[in-house]
């Protein structure tokens, strides 16, 4: 039988409800609203700070650096939007810093996973991965022939708050089996 604290429970579910708004509005347009990631922050702080007092307020704000720094570290800070960092922030001061380093590690490996399905789907895991392992050797570098014009930015581009969701809603779901089966 599983006993959560209500900040645990409200914390989970709120953090549930933030990922699938945002992986649905990322699907949607490519971006996660200010009006999402700010009010989800607002809302963790002041969910600690209710339950948890001063302690709950370090939490909070620990857990909002932490997350989004994980993803800048993992991903040698290229590739993620604003929006990502702030969802990532959010997600972290509901978590926690602890929890968040784990959604966040789990965020970056679905997110390499979610690349190499749409490269795969795109035809261009090959040439990628050749130039991937040909960087730091200029003669060897695959050349662009001026015929072929460049992708445009949409079409090179992820949405990542995709990975920032599954990987926080997998995390949530390791808690509580981690936590069913210790209680």
């Excluded at 960092?85 to 602890?98: D, I, R, S």
């Excluded at 991965?129 to 079409?155: H, N």
Aim: aromatic share 8%; net charge positive; charged share 10%.
């Amino acid at each position: 039988m599983m006993n959560f604290t209500a900040i645990e429970e409200v914390s989970a579910a709120a953090t549930a409800i933030v990922v699938i708004t945002a992986i649905i509005t990322d699907l949607r347009s490519r971006r996660i609203p200010n009006t999402l990631t700010f009010t989800a922050f607002g809302v963790a702080v002041v969910v600690h700070v209710i339950f948890q007092g001063w302690l709950g307020l370090g939490l909070a704000f620990a857990g909002a650096l932490v997350a989004p720094a994980v993803l800048l570290v993992a991903h040698m800070g290229k590739g993620l939007g604003m929006g990502d960092l702030k969802l990532a922030a959010a997600v972290g001061a509901f978590l926690g810093p602890v929890w968040a380093v784990a959604a966040m590690l789990c965020s970056a490996v679905l997110g390499g996973l979610l690349a190499l399905a749409l490269l795969l789907r795109r035809g261009q895991l090959l040439s990628d991965l050749v130039e991937l392992f040909l960087i730091g050797l200029p003669f060897m570098k695959v050349r662009k022939s001026a015929s072929v014009p460049d992708k445009s930015p949409a079409v090179m581009t992820m949405p990542y708050g995709v990975a920032i969701g599954i990987g926080s809603l997998v995390t949530l779901a390791v808690y509580a089996w981690l936590a069913s089966s210790i209680r």
